[in-house]
């Protein structure tokens, strides 16, 4: 049985399947007003907690049993004006609904109790001010009632706090709520009072100043050495007990030094101490390291620059030949600046040049990433590829956690390997523990991995650079989704502008760009206000085994079900092809065409304006009508 001053606390829920809040906090300040736990009239009129100035004197009342003979307890309050059952619920929910917190936890409950030894009836004023002080410490801003209890061997307090601040702040207990705050609280106004402190709580109090993620790495240092000297599970049991370690073994493994108050469960230590990864660690500590790998996802071959400017400079007057000067003159004469033109000349040089290769990389991106050959299908497809290259990245991460004593044992020999070195070959005395330190870390990794020191170099230098490299990936998919999703942006999802259908296609402007050697590789699609038909144009330009390159032009006519009618191409010449998109214009309405980089937006689009054009109709017919 604990010596000394004891608490409990448990939460008071603000709802269950018959009551609310209210009910709930109705239902246990009565328990703790009720007149049939106290068996003796306790006078305060002499308490120093009855100070009529404060606000405590000012809140307590004296309960009394009307029924059968004159009792009560001492009952009091923070931040409330009712000690009574229904005033204290009221003012409690007030603040609640000030607040619209009346979900979660209503309240906390819980019991300060004295030894038994200390329990004599004249202690019950100094336990009240006990409980006032620590509630004035702890829950400074939180609406409590209290009440002393006399029907037990143990003198003891019950107090109930609203879980609503003031403040409007809710209650937040953490793990070490108990050890680190109530519990070091009680035992300061226990002592104040003359009571004895609970010597169990001091103990926890003090060994809760090492932190707990302090005492994490210690034990895994020691699940680590005993991992290392064991062949099987029975042996690491064996380790862990000769090295001071309390072991319990169930459905977990529950571990405790001497200087802890409670054990802990190994898998609270990370995915590297549960039951099974112990288990597997030891079975596997001799084997060779699982290789690392990191896949390509980028592409690999940009595509070449389609056009690249020979920009001039406007040279000196003094420098130029006498047909140089007599043009330069002419043109001032003429009231032009040639300067200025020559350097707007190579400005739009520049501009011709950057849309020209940021198309030709646009389209080598939807070839690669794109399995649909649309700009949202190259976005997806490079989102696609970073999720794999980020999946790669946590097997590297996995694989350095799997192998951390390995590494922790590496890392600590690269610290001391100069001053090893030192002693060893050139007698620097002063450097000897750093030697003895070295030999038994590197016998470590030998005895215990099966492992020298430049195989965990380079097994930790592959993991880096892939990781580097996958890194490196991230980042030019991310410049590469930038790219795209700003250049669809510039264009809206509609690539260009109003014209007939042969313009859109680019049929006439290809035969401009083909002198030049320039081809297009993409995938477009064509609507039409006042047609249900869309077009599908899919153009590349293959190179034939004589060596020449030509501009293909791959046509699909689908409906509005998505599918496909009327296929052709210009492979048997331009002339006959552009005589058939000539009829397929004027066959299925094609009159005032858009163009799109994604098959439901020119799907819709047609559908939309039919939609429009039928309800302006039906709107002009009913104002004839009027």
Known sequence: MEKGVVCKVWNIQSATMTKGS?????????????NEKTDYELAMEQSAI????????????????????????????????????????AEMMEVKKFYEKTDGRAALHGIISLSEAES???NASKLMQLCNDVMKEVF??????????????????????????????????????????????????????????????????????????????????????????????????????????????????????????????????GANYTKDAIVERIASRKREFVEV??????????????????????????????????????????????WREHQQMNWQLNHIADQLNQQERINAYVRFYSRNGTLQGAMDGIIEAKKKVMEEKKIIASQKRKYKPILDIYSEMKEIQKKAYLYEHEGVADYRPEFEQYRILTRRLRDGYNKDITE????????????MYAHAQLQELSEEYREIKRYSAKREGNIEGIGPLADLIGLYDSREREKIGIYKWDTFFIASKDSDVSVKVHRFAP????????????????????????????????????????????QYGFTECKKFADEKLARDYGTDMKSAKSEEKRWKMGADVR
């Open 22 to 34: 209210a009910a709930q906090l109705k239902d246990s300040i009565k328990y703790i007003l009720d």
């Open 50 to 89: 009855n100070d009529p100035l404060g606000q405590l004197g000012r809140e307590c009342q004296y309960v009394e049993n009307d029924i059968k003979t004159v009792s009560g307890a001492y009952v009091g309050s923070r931040n409330l004006v009712s000690t009574d059952i229904k005033g204290a619920v």
């Open 120 to 122: 004599d009836i004249k």
């Open 140 to 269: 400074p801003d939180h609406q409590v009632i209290f009440a002393v209890h006399t029907n037990t061997d143990n003198l003891h307090i019950h107090f109930i706090i609203n879980s609503v601040g003031l403040n409007g702040r809710k209650i937040h207990q953490d793990d070490k709520f108990m050890t680190m705050v109530l519990h070091p609280c009680i035992n300061k106004y226990a002592k104040k009072y003359g009571f004895t402190p609970n010597a169990k709580w001091e103990k926890e109090y003090e060994e809760e100043k090492i932190s707990f993620a302090e005492r994490k790495i210690a034990m895994r240092k020691a699940i680590d050495l005993a991992i290392e000297q064991s062949n099987d599970f029975n042996d690491f049991v064996h380790n862990l007990r000769k090295n001071g370690v309390s072991v319990n073994i169930g459905e977990y493994i529950s571990l405790k030094t001497d200087d802890m108050g409670k054990a802990i469960r190994t898998y609270k230590l």
């Open 293 to 338: 790998s990191v896949n390509d996802y980028t592409m690999q071959e940009k595509p070449a620059a389609v056009f690249t400017p020979v920009i001039s400079k406007m040279g000196k007057y003094k420098d130029m030949n006498p047909e140089q000067k007599k043009y330069i003159l002419s043109q001032i004469k003429l009231g032009r600046n040639p």
């Open 456 to 467: 965990v170099a380079a097994f930790l230098q592959e993991c880096d650079e892939r990781t």
């Open 543 to 586: 190179t034939t085994p004589d060596g020449k390159t030509r501009q293909i032009y791959e046509i699909a006519l689908i409906d509005k079900q998505g599918k496909t009618i009327l296929k052709l191409d210009n492979r048997d010449g331009n002339k006959e092809f552009l005589q058939q998109i000539k009829s397929i214009q004027k």
